[in-house]
């Protein structure tokens, strides 16, 4: 069992920045792939980033969001800068047994129970 906690989110404007965190629980956190998901009000929730030995990330945030991990500290990290309106939404950590990436949420077995990110203009 993995247990997830994110923090690190908030109220910016737009054009700032902010690193969302995602502590693990367990001692084989550098075996699991990890994921950032998020979900605004009224759409599905969408694929962010995921790491295992690299990373892998989504065409709306390409060259604005890094994911990252420290696997010592059970960690991992979403550095998200220039931040728009549009990225407001509950940002999820998802965590799944394996190295091998995926976009798909239905693919991920242990999620954290969210921090909003809120962008205004």
């Known amino acids: 069992q993995v247990q997830l906690v994110e923090s690190g989110g908030g109220l910016v404007q737009a054009g700032g920045s902010l690193r969302l965190s995602c502590a693990a629980s367990?001692?084989?956190?550098?075996?699991?792939?990890m994921g950032w998901f998020r979900q605004a009000p009224g759409k599905e929730r969408e694929f962010v980033a995921a790491i295992t030995w690299s990373t892998y990330s989504a065409d709306s945030v390409k060259g604005r969001f890094t994911i990252s991990r420290d696997n010592a500290k059970n960690t991992v990290y979403l550095q998200m800068n220039s931040l728009k309106p549009e990225d407001t939404a509950v940002y999820y950590c998802a965590a799944r047994l394996g190295l091998l990436k995926s976009d798909n949420d239905k693919m991920y077995t242990y999620w954290g129970q969210g921090t909003q990110v809120t962008v205004s203009s």
């Open positions: 367990g001692r084989t956190f550098s075996t699991y792939t």
